[in-house]
């Protein structure tokens, strides 16, 4: 895997924030969190926050305070709560270090890429927007006009992936969508420096 990039939320070795947090996980775990482990923390630690602000769980006054206050913890230091639920913060671009660069406990990536300003806010769709099915085309031209340093596209087939899987996916994500199950999905496929999907 090494040399693979790849977008995260979090990563335990961010920085000192996000190594005391995978410290504490670590301690009654014995293995350091994934980035859905660190947003389901986040999430949940914002949500009690809110009701302990707001002096009862009734949803409209809780929500009110959850959106009113900015999400700053192990997972987040400039997350938002939308009016549509939708939680906005920093997206990360790592590369997978090499075996002999990594050091224990694993420190599998570095860094590449830190949006600044308000480009963080703009990894996210717009409200209008959710519900739109997104492949590597429409995904470029929703970023056509941002200045994030960008792959170049190739067909599937060409680094080595299954264009046939690779619509089943997107037709399985479609249906969850359409049944309401989920607002949207965003789903970027690489390989070799190259985005097939």
């Not at 939320?9 to 482990?37: I, S």
């Not at 630690?45 to 009701?51: D, E, G, I, P, Q």
């Not at 992936?161 to 399985?172: I, M, N």
Request: glycine share 6%; net charge positive.
């Amino acid at each position: 895997a090494q040399g693979l990039i790849i977008t995260e939320a979090y990563y335990w070795d961010l920085n000192d924030r996000t190594r005391a947090f995978g410290k504490r996980f670590f301690e009654r775990m014995k293995r350091m969190p994934t980035m859905n482990q660190a947003a389901t923390y986040s999430a949940t630690l914002h949500y009690l926050n809110a009701v302990k602000a707001a002096g009862t769980k009734e949803t409209k006054p809780v929500l009110a305070k959850m959106r009113a206050t900015p999400v700053r913890d192990a997972f987040t230091d400039n997350g938002v709560v939308r009016e549509d639920g939708r939680m906005v913060h920093s997206m990360f671009l790592f590369e997978v270090k090499k075996p002999e660069e990594s050091k224990a406990p694993p420190v599998l990536y570095q860094l590449s890429y830190t949006p600044a300003g308000n480009r963080r806010r703009r990894r996210f769709a717009p409200i209008k927007n959710q519900g739109e099915t997104m492949n590597a085309q429409t995904a470029t031209k929703h970023s056509a006009t941002q200045t994030t340093p960008s792959l170049p596209l190739a067909k599937p087939e060409s680094i080595g992936l299954s264009g046939a899987r690779l619509q089943a996916l997107s037709d399985t994500f479609k249906r969850e969508v359409d049944k309401g199950t989920a607002p949207g999905f965003t789903v970027l496929v690489a390989r070799r420096g190259q985005i097939g999907w």
